[in-house]
C-alpha cells in the first residue's frame, strides 16, 4: 500500500471489546485509535519497528480528547479514519473519527504524541524522524486546543491498585488504554448502568512502573454539571501520572 495521510480500517465490535451492557468500552475505543495509528505509521515508513531499530525512539501518546455520539455495538461495523496534523519541535498530532455503517460520526478525537528516547526515557525533537506526509490535512476533528487539566475543588481518594504485569505494553509502561480502565473502575456499576462518556480528555504525565501503587483520587465538585476530574497519583514518590476530566450523560 502506498502511504497516504488518511489512513482507513473497518472494524467489527467483538465480544472481547465491550462492557456488560454491550456496548465498546471506552478503553477499547482508545485501542482502537492506538491501533490505527500505529498501523497509519507504519504505513508513513515510521511503525514501532523502524523507530526502534533505525532512530532508538518509541511512540508516545501524551494527550488526547475524545468525544463521543454513540458508543457501537457488539458486532456493529464501524469506519475507523487516522490523518496526522504538521508537527511542531516536540510533538506530532494525529486525529480520528469513527463512522457507523451509514457513514455517520459516531465519535471523534485529538491527540499529541511525542518519540521517546529508549534509553534516556526521555523526550526527543521530531527533527529526530524528520517524518513527511504525502498530504497535509489542514481539518481538524475536534475544534480548539487542549488546555491544562487541574482540579477545581476537594479530591477523595477512589482507591489504589498495584500496577503488574496485565497493565504492562511492549514499551515497558502503562498503556493508555489501562489508565482508562482505572479512570472507569472509579464507578461503580449502577453508575455505568445509569451514565455513560461524552467526553474524555486525558492527559499522560510521568510513567509508572510494575509494582508502583496508583492512587486513583476524584473531584466531584462539578458532578451537578455531569463533570468528573479524575488523577492518578504514583505513591511512591508522589507524582502525577495522568489526569482526566470527563463529561458524562445519561443512557
Given at each position: 500500500?502506498?502511504?497516504?495521510?488518511?489512513?482507513?480500517?473497518?472494524?467489527?465490535?467483538?465480544?472481547?471489546?465491550?462492557?456488560?451492557?454491550?456496548?465498546?468500552?471506552?478503553?477499547?475505543?482508545?485501542?482502537?485509535?492506538?491501533?490505527?495509528?500505529?498501523?497509519?505509521?507504519?504505513?508513513?515508513?515510521?511503525?514501532?519497528?523502524?523507530?526502534?531499530?533505525?532512530?532508538?525512539?518509541?511512540?508516545?501518546?501524551?494527550?488526547?480528547?475524545?468525544?463521543?455520539?454513540?458508543?457501537?455495538?457488539?458486532?456493529?461495523?464501524?469506519?475507523?479514519?487516522?490523518?496526522?496534523?504538521?508537527?511542531?519541535?516536540?510533538?506530532?498530532?494525529?486525529?480520528?473519527?469513527?463512522?457507523?455503517?451509514?457513514?455517520?460520526?459516531?465519535?471523534?478525537?485529538?491527540?499529541?504524541?511525542?518519540?521517546?528516547?529508549?534509553?534516556?526515557?526521555?523526550?526527543?525533537?521530531?527533527?529526530?524522524?524528520?517524518?513527511?506526509?504525502?498530504?497535509?490535512?489542514?481539518?481538524?476533528?475536534?475544534?480548539?486546543?487542549?488546555?491544562?487539566?487541574?482540579?477545581?475543588?476537594?479530591?477523595?481518594?477512589?482507591?489504589?491498585?498495584?500496577?503488574?504485569?496485565?497493565?504492562?505494553?511492549?514499551?515497558?509502561?502503562?498503556?493508555?488504554?489501562?489508565?482508562?480502565?482505572?479512570?472507569?473502575?472509579?464507578?461503580?456499576?449502577?453508575?455505568?448502568?445509569?451514565?455513560?462518556?461524552?467526553?474524555?480528555?486525558?492527559?499522560?504525565?510521568?510513567?509508572?512502573?510494575?509494582?508502583?501503587?496508583?492512587?486513583?483520587?476524584?473531584?466531584?465538585?462539578?458532578?451537578?454539571?455531569?463533570?468528573?476530574?479524575?488523577?492518578?497519583?504514583?505513591?511512591?514518590?508522589?507524582?502525577?501520572?495522568f489526569r482526566a476530566h470527563i463529561v458524562i450523560k445519561e443512557r
Amino acid at each position: 500500500m502506498d502511504p497516504v495521510s488518511l489512513f482507513k480500517i473497518n472494524y467489527k465490535i467483538e465480544l472481547s471489546d465491550v462492557d456488560f451492557n454491550k456496548k465498546l468500552r471506552v478503553s477499547g475505543l482508545f485501542k482502537l485509535f492506538q491501533d490505527i495509528a500505529s498501523m497509519a505509521s507504519d504505513n508513513l515508513g515510521f511503525g514501532i519497528d523502524t523507530l526502534k531499530i533505525k532512530f532508538g525512539v518509541a511512540w508516545v501518546l501524551m494527550r488526547i480528547k475524545v468525544e463521543v455520539n454513540k458508543m457501537p455495538s457488539l458486532n456493529e461495523e464501524i469506519l475507523l479514519e487516522t490523518w496526522p496534523i504538521e508537527p511542531s519541535k516536540i510533538e506530532f498530532e494525529r486525529d480520528f473519527l469513527v463512522r457507523d455503517s451509514k457513514g455517520e460520526i459516531i465519535a471523534r478525537a485529538v491527540s499529541t504524541w511525542a518519540v521517546i528516547d529508549l534509553e534516556t526515557r526521555r523526550l526527543v525533537k521530531t527533527e529526530r524522524i524528520s517524518i513527511k506526509y504525502p498530504e497535509q490535512i489542514l481539518s481538524r476533528a475536534i475544534d480548539g486546543r487542549m488546555r491544562k487539566l487541574k482540579s477545581s475543588g476537594q479530591m477523595e481518594t477512589v482507591y489504589k491498585r498495584v500496577v503488574g504485569y496485565s497493565d504492562i505494553d511492549f514499551n515497558g509502561h502503562v498503556n493508555n488504554s489501562k489508565y482508562v480502565d482505572f479512570i472507569m473502575d472509579c464507578f461503580d456499576i449502577e453508575k455505568h448502568n445509569k451514565y455513560t462518556v461524552k467526553s474524555i480528555e486525558v492527559h499522560f504525565i510521568n510513567e509508572i512502573l510494575p509494582g508502583n501503587t496508583i492512587t486513583l483520587n476524584v473531584d466531584l465538585t462539578s458532578s451537578a454539571s455531569n463533570i468528573v476530574y479524575i488523577e492518578g497519583i504514583n505513591e511512591k514518590d508522589g507524582r502525577t501520572v495522568f489526569r482526566a476530566h470527563i463529561v458524562i450523560k445519561e443512557r
